[in-house]
Nanobody
Framework: QVQLVESGGGLMQTGDSLRLACAISGRTFRNHAMAWFRQAPGTEREFVAIISLSGDEYSDSVKGRSTISRDYDNNMMYLQMNSLKPEDTAIYYC????????????????WGHGTQVTVSS
């Protein structure tokens, strides 16, 4: 049974840094894309970052201040975010299982339950 469990969220201040973690169990997804998405109240789920065998990609909103990474030995995925802004406030989800790197959330078969990130000004 595949499980994705996010951690690392919390209440942050503008300009802070944080590292979100996604613990993966039941499968390694070495040959599939994994991604971080986020969803703020009243909005649709938004692509944040993707990592796959072909590299990594970022949304314009986090590019230059975020890094997605994988730890294959421990079956983890991370999202390092720096220079946090109030508009980064959202529930952050990790997702896995897309056959290609895509920002389309419908292409991912597995999702975690999310971790709340709140950034105050």
């Amino acid at each position: 049974q595949v499980q994705l469990v996010e951690s690392g969220g919390g209440l942050m201040q503008t300009g802070d840094s944080l590292r979100l973690a996604c613990a993966i169990s039941g499968r390694t997804f070495r040959n599939h894309a994994m991604a971080w998405f986020r969803q703020a109240p009243g909005t649709e789920r938004e692509f944040v970052a993707i990592i796959s065998l072909s590299g990594d990609e970022y949304s314009d909103s986090v590019k230059g201040r975020s890094t997605i990474s994988r730890d294959y030995d421990n079956n983890m995925m991370y999202l390092q975010m720096n220079s946090l802004k109030p508009e980064d406030t959202a529930i952050y989800y990790c997702a896995a299982g897309a056959p290609i790197a895509t920002p389309n959330p419908g292409s991912y078969d597995y999702w975690g339950h999310g971790t709340q990130v709140t950034v105050s000004s």
